[in-house]
């Protein structure tokens, strides 16, 4: 589990998502370890980012931290 971007399992309780329930939230099918049509979904992360004024993540960055989620779930599996 990654907790903004980084490994582990515990959430600060000054984590704004917490504290205010803002955040933008995806669901995508993912195949072989890469999120299918993943340059329309960083299109619509950053749009949503946008309107809300929070920050979008660096997509190199979100697309190795969803590759790394994506093969630890495969290899639970």
């Known amino acids: ?9 515990l959430i600060s309780i000054r984590d704004r998502g917490l504290l205010y ?11 072989h370890g890469k ?7 960083y299109r619509k992360l950053q749009h949503d980012c946008t309107a809300l004024g ?12 969803l590759t790394a989620c994506s093969h630890n779930i495969q290899a639970e599996w």
């Open 35 to 41: 999120a299918r049509l993943w340059p329309l979904h």
């Open 54 to 65: 929070i920050a979008c993540p660096d997509e190199t960055l979100l697309s190795a931290d």
């Open 21 to 31: 329930g803002d955040g933008v939230f995806r669901t995508f099918v993912a195949s």
């Open 1 to 9: 589990m990654l907790v903004n971007g980084k490994p582990g399992n």
